[in-house]
């Protein structure tokens, strides 16, 4: 065992039996490195990630190689999901060195924590152009040795160049109409209308997109937005990309067409999705976002809920295939042979209706389950039929490991989605999972000075500290809480949040955003980010808890700082929407208001009360918030003043520090918010 076998991150605890001798991330190994003058090896990864595995496999656990690190190395291996901010900072120096980037990440380093080597998978022996993993070693080690001015030279000509980078311009101003309707014009050009989605493979779920698209159409009727978000969702629910069986959504497509996904199925991607198939009903009707959403929400419950209550944060790509050996898919593909030995007479059927082939749409003669029949009638009891027994059938192979580190931004988000598909859909129980996640991450991450803990596992809360997509996911996902559930509680920690936001991440001058806080550990760079990933940035994330916030509570700081953060999405919005999808839809909302609604009545059981609140909470206008209590309560402070009407539960809406009249039926208050 080496140094990893006590730490909380599973990705870590797969490499403890490594013969290398591993060091976390600490100021310990840099001092290590500079007491016997060796430079520092960085490896950085994460436990769903299938090359990462190769490569541990190839090289970390082999004795020869591991030997050579120990004698010339100091080797440091990093969480990318527990350390982004180390993760972004020598990930933009990978990219600016190399034109791309990508896990694992390797990176050597001076004992000064200066790269000056880059580069990503490395393979065991030379293959493809590439050179093998000891050649690079050994190539460093000789110039660590025989050229050390030069390594110097370089590594202080990256610092230097780093910190000269600058993120794009701030804008004067919010983005406006002219930005949004440049941005939906862009996203056209880029739309893929024979498959859904945009750009070619590998193909990425749009979560962020669909959702700008969903409300701006919300906003200004545009018909062509929502057809892309229609288009793109139902081609990406009747793809290999979606579990036809479980439910849940894999990482990415590796085709155009979403039939075959790397299988890896993260936290952050369900969450994310869930929300957008729940907003894409509430817009709609639509039966495919229903089941869709609901699929999800279960998904994330029966899979990805931990003992404490919080949600893991992955499941792997790759399982046991039966045979010992450990292949990507093979808990989730079919063969016709393995459909006829669980359904009999009707693997036929199911070989039809899920696009199962002789020759395979995967690998090997095996099918990834899609939904390949737009037109035809199947019947509905034998379809509902095949799928328990195919899902029971497979919860018997060898399940893909599970990733239990809780990471709160990706909890935050699980929070908001399980919250409203709850809500919108009747399901408590999902409501009560929202709680129970929402609950850990005040018992477990929160601490007495209102700071976030980036991760836990097993109730333990882990040593890194919470980055700025933390604050502003789990802010967003404490504010859905409470506009679903009444309980003012959740605006106030929400509050507690964001305030660290803009004592501790804001820049006082410009407004701008830092993906870390201004006591944390100093790296060579300050990371600073403002687009969106695999997830919001933790600068769009924060910027529209911020405006949430502030349309609850009226507070001009909050506003204020929403407003300032929302600039960049002036400049980056027409030029590249893909990747600031979160910001544009954080924009609809501060154009639309948002809209804030006060409903009042006598109690949580008043069902007139209960059919106010459940309109509210399915009004489409973007980023409007709901609170809902007993006339003139204070569980918050939208419900100050508010009154019932001839006794008869009441609605408030209003919008730019203007009030309409209040409403007492539903239909009143639907149209208010349309």
């Known amino acids: 065992m080496n140094r990893l076998a006590h730490e909380t991150s599973p990705y870590l605890l797969q490499h ?138 370089v590594a202080g000509k990256i610092v230097r160049d780093l910190a000269q980078r600058e993120i794009v311009r701030q804008a004067a101003e919010a983005p406006g109409e002219q930005e949004l309707a440049q941005a939906l014009l862009g996203l056209t050009r880029e739309y893929d209308p024979q498959r859904g989605g945009f750009g070619g493979a590998p193909k990425f779920p749009p979560s962020m997109v669909l959702e700008f698209l969903l409300r701006h159409h919300a906003r200004t009727g545009a018909e062509g937005a929502l057809q892309m978000a229609v288009d793109t969702c139902e081609r990406m629910a009747r793809g290999g990309i979606y579990d036809q069986l479980g439910g849940g959504f894999a990482r990415y497509s590796v085709d155009r067409d979403w039939i075959v996904p790397h299988f890896e199925k993260m936290l952050y991607d369900n969450a994310l999705l869930c929300r957008v198939y729940a907003h894409l009903w509430r817009a709609t009707g639509s039966d495919l976002a229903r089941r869709v959403a609901l699929e999800t929400a279960d998904f994330l419950v029966r899979e990805l809920r931990t003992p404490e209550g919080g949600f893991a944060s992955a499941l792997d790509a790759d399982s046991d295939d039966g045979t010992g050996r450990h292949v990507e898919g093979a808990y989730y593909v079919w063969t016709p042979a393995q459909l006829r030995d669980v359904l009999g007479d009707d693997a036929e059927l199911a070989a039809q209706y899920f696009g199962v082939t002789g020759e395979g749409t995967f690998e090997h003669g095996q099918s990834v389950l899609r939904l390949p029949q737009t037109e035809g009638v199947f019947d509905a009891e034998r379809i509902a039929s095949v799928r328990r027994r195919l899902f029971d059938a497979r919860a018997r192979r060898p399940a893909p490991g599970r990733d239990d580190k809780v990471v709160a931004a990706w909890n935050g988000l699980a929070v908001a989605a399980l919250a409203e598909t709850g809500a919108y859909f009747g399901r408590p129980d999902l409501v009560e999972a929202a709680l129970g996640a929402a609950d850990l991450l005040v018992r477990v ?145 501060l154009l639309d208001g948002p809209r804030e609604v006060a409903v009042v009545g006598p109690g949580p059981d008043d069902e007139r009360t209960a059919a106010l609140h459940r309109t509210a909470l399915l009004g489409a206008a973007p980023g409007a918030v709901v609170a809902c209590g007993i006339p003139d309560g204070d569980e918050f402070p939208l419900l100050a003043g508010r009154t019932l009407i001839d006794g008869a539960p009441a609605a408030y809406v209003c919008r730019g520090f203007v009030c309409d009249l209040p409403v007492t039926d539903p239909e009143a208050l639907r149209a208010k918010l349309a």
């Open 16 to 153: 403890a039996d490594n013969p290398v001798d591993w060091w976390p991330w600490s100021a310990e190994a840099f001092a290590e490195a500079r007491r016997t003058n060796r430079p520092v090896l960085l490896s950085v990864g994460y436990s769903s990630c299938h090359w990462c595995h190769v490569m541990a496999h190839e090289s970390f656990e082999d004795q020869g190689t591991a030997d050579y690190l120990n004698e010339h190395f100091v080797s440091v291996k990093v969480d990318r999901e527990e350390r982004p901010d180390v993760d972004a900072v020598y990930m933009e120096a990978v990219q600016a060195a190399t034109g791309h980037g990508g896990w694992p990440m390797t990176v050597f380093l001076t004992p000064d924590a200066e790269p000056f080597y880059f580069g990503t998978y490395y393979p065991p022996a030379p293959r493809h152009g590439m050179p093998s993993f000891r050649q690079v070693l050994e190539g460093v080690q000789q110039a660590w040795t025989t050229r050390r001015d030069e390594v110097s030279e």
């Open 445 to 589: 991450h929160l601490d007495e000075h209102a700071r976030l803990a980036r991760t836990s596992k097993d109730g333990r809360v882990g040593p890194n500290a919470g980055v700025l997509e933390d604050y502003g996911d789990v802010a967003e996902g404490f504010l859905a809480l409470a506009s679903v559930t009444g309980e003012g509680v959740w605006l106030d920690f929400a509050g507690l949040l964001l305030d660290q936001v803009l004592v501790r991440f804001t820049d006082p001058e410009t407004g701008a955003l830092f993906d870390t806080a201004s006591d944390a550990e100093r790296l060579i760079r300050r990371p600073q980010d403002p687009t969106d990933n695999a997830a919001p940035s933790g600068w769009t994330a924060a910027a529209g808890a911020l405006l949430g916030y502030a349309a609850h509570t009226g507070s001009e700081a909050h506003r204020v700082a929403a407003e300032r953060a929302l600039r960049v999405v002036k400049t980056l919005g027409p030029r590249v929407p893909r990747f600031i999808g979160w910001g544009l839809a954080v924009a609809e909302a």
